[in-house]
């Protein structure tokens, strides 16, 4: 399904709600290698399988979009066929996860692979030493991957970007399961989230 550039383009962190759904937890060692992936490029990083293992109560039912952390979107076989996976796939791979102790669980991270050097420097804040987040960020609307429905930055290499449009969809797919925080518009009457990254 190709998208069209939106009128007036928006880029969002996408997290779990604080909802009664399960969430994921990764598995530290495959958390710790994507990482170091998105960090330094190497092939030989590059995930070939991730693990997780499920948080919450038991009784709670399992979301559609359960993991909160910036650079491993989780998403359940449900909400791929309905976003369509190839429309998915221009931002990178698909990459079944293991679910410790779940059978018949389908669940997917989206490995973004499209880095996108889009970010106004002089504009935005000075990205932190440690791990490259920009807490205020402008974008160079010329640059904007917007056919994309996600991304990540040379600058902060560790946070998946999602374009306003595939927020928008994925959002209204899950309805309550996912909030979605406004990191910067082209709109300029919007107004972004007061810390995009933070918990």
Not at 28 to 35: A, G, N, Y
Not at 153 to 174: K, M, S
Not at 188 to 198: I, S
């Amino acid at each position: 399904m190709t998208e069209t550039p939106e009128k007036s383009p928006a880029v969002y962190r996408l997290l779990p709600k604080l909802a009664e759904y399960q969430q994921l937890t990764p598995n530290s060692w495959d958390l710790r290698q994507l990482k170091r992936w998105q960090r330094l490029g190497a092939e030989d990083d590059k995930p070939v399988r991730f693990r997780a293992e499920w948080a919450g109560e038991r009784n709670w039912p399992e979301g559609d979009f359960p993991s909160g952390y910036p650079g491993a979107p989780i998403l359940s076989r449900h909400l791929i066929d309905q976003f369509g996976a190839d429309a998915l796939r221009a931002a990178g791979n698909l990459l079944p996860v293991d679910i410790e102790d779940a059978k018949g669980d389908e669940y997917y991270l989206l490995l973004v692979e499209q880095v996108v050097d889009c970010l106004d420097l002089r504009r935005s804040s000075k990205p932190k030493k440690l791990n490259g987040e920009v807490k205020n960020a402008v974008y160079r609307t010329d640059a904007l991957p917007t056919r994309l429905p996600a991304f990540r930055l040379p600058q902060f290499p560790g946070a998946v970007q999602w374009n306003g449009w595939a927020a928008d969809r994925l959002v209204e797919f899950t309805g309550d399961q996912i909030e979605a925080r406004l990191c910067w518009s082209g709109d300029p009457t919007a107004v972004p989230h007061p810390d995009p990254w933070g918990f």
